[in-house]
């Protein structure tokens, strides 16, 4: 165990110098304290114990190497926002090392509604490019609504492989656009863990170029059609489903949604065109009683009807979280129809809880252009660490090398388990 402990030091010196946040998700808000309905208790982040051992996180690790104590801290999140601004770095295949300053507020609109948030980040990376989010999760005091809004600024060269999951990577293209998306969306209580709701969207895309394919080869974004400039504008129409014991990190429960979206050239669409998605997540403990977790994840992103612009097609970690299909590059396959499903097992590495480890395997099939078959399944696969960020909330640093076909592979890294 020892060795360990040597490992989790070295990253927490060299790669978390920098503070790490904890960004939000577009349906639940997570934060890194725990939401709790009414006024809030004394969270003793000090002393919580498991099967009789005492839980250990990063702070628990720098506290002890600068001879500190820790306090238990109070969960004093009221109507006053709580604002925390920090910097954070971060690597993923597309954009390489990424430099960011992130941001949030958490509050409650009354005394018995969940945790409300807002985040913003500004990241730069390797690659020249500039993101902006803001994520937004307002519940009303009674919680029976919640405003999910997810807005972004992107500056965002990048490229593509063709349409397909029988892609070649060799036919790279590499692309550069800017990019706005706005998606808001008001979900109502209907019933025991069951909301529903509606909303609308834009996702608008110019100053779209590309180079052709560097083989010389035709590429399948100018056989599908170029466009310097493309909007899709419309409204959708949502469910949740959320049984999970922790959004951040579930150990049991079951998390669905279903988004309905129709694009309409009355409301500013390019072009018309409908689609549907299906993201369904199941947790067990296994073996059961234990503290290791075996998650299950289908992802079904279809176009109905229509053409949507290529730039809007369905595609690997173009998904709401950009989780999809580790162990390849964001955009590698792109299509008018995808199915995805992955599995993972999260365990123990050490009984204190500071290191964890994970094994994935995924698996990921789309379409060329619509009314195309699908085409074959392309896996992904790898080892993942887990290091405890928060030992309260069950918040890691996910970190995972991933595997795929072609030679792809490559290092991932972020707050948070993946799904």
């Given amino acids: 165990m020892k060795f360990f402990y040597k490992i989790s030091l070295y990253i927490i010196t060299v790669f978390f110098a920098l503070p790490v946040f904890a960004q939000v998700s577009n349906q639940v808000p997570v934060t890194i ?4 309905p009414n006024m809030p208790p004394v969270i003793d982040t000090t002393s919580k114990y498991v099967n009789g051992i005492k839980q250990q996180d990063i702070s628990d690790v720098i506290a002890r190497a600068f001879h500190k104590s820790r306090v238990a801290k109070l969960d004093s999140i009221t109507s006053k926002p709580t604002i925390s601004f920090v910097p954070a770095i971060g690597y993923t295949l597309v954009s390489k090392l990424a430099l960011v300053v992130s941001g949030n507020a958490a509050f409650r609109t009354g005394p018995n509604a969940r945790v409300s948030t807002i985040v913003l980040s500004s990241s730069i990376t390797q690659r020249r490019q500039f993101t902006l989010p803001v994520q937004t999760s307002i519940w009303s005091k009674d919680n029976k609504y919640n405003f999910v809004g997810d807005y972004r600024f992107f500056r965002y060269p990048q490229s593509t492989f063709g349409l397909g999951s029988g892609s070649n990577i060799k036919d790279e293209d590499p692309m550069d656009y800017s990019y706005v998306q706005f998606y808001e969306t008001v979900l109502r209580h209907i019933t025991g863990d069951i909301y529903a709701g509606a909303g609308y969207i834009i996702d608008d895309h110019w100053n779209v170029t590309d180079k052709g394919n560097m083989d010389g080869t035709v590429s399948d974004y100018s056989t599908y059609g170029k466009m310097a400039h493309s909007i899709s504008s419309g ?3 949502n469910a ?3 049984t999970r014991d922790n959004a951040i990190n579930p150990f049991k429960g079951a998390f669905m949604t279903l988004q309905y ?7 500013g669409s390019t072009t018309g065109w409908q689609s549907l998605i299906v993201d369904v997540r ?4 296994f073996p059961a009683g234990s503290d290791n977790v075996l998650a299950l994840w289908s992802y079904d992103w279809l176009t109905l009807t229509g053409r949507p612009p290529y730039i ?3 595609s690997t970690q173009w ?5 999809t299909g580790r162990g390849y590059i964001q955009g590698r396959f792109r299509g008018a129809q995808m199915v995805y499903v992955e599995s993972e097992y999260r365990y123990k590495i050490t009984e204190d809880g500071l290191i964890g480890g994970t094994f994935f395997i995924n698996g990921q099939s789309l379409s060329a252009a619509p009314g195309t078959k699908l085409q074959a399944m392309q896996p992904g696969y790898g080892p993942g660490l887990r290091i405890k960020l928060n030992k309260v909330s069950n918040t890691n640093i996910s970190i995972d090398y991933g595997f795929g076909r072609q030679g792809s592979n490559g290092l991932f890294i972020d707050v948070g388990e993946i799904f």
């Fill in 282 to 285: 199941k947790y067990f403990r």
């Fill in 235 to 237: 409204f959708t129409l």
């Fill in 240 to 242: 949740l489903l959320d």
């Fill in 261 to 267: 979206r129709d694009n309409l050239t009355a409301l």
């Fill in 319 to 323: 998904d709401e979280s950009s989780a």
């Fill in 312 to 314: 809007d097609l369905p």
């Fill in 33 to 36: 304290f725990p939401v709790v």
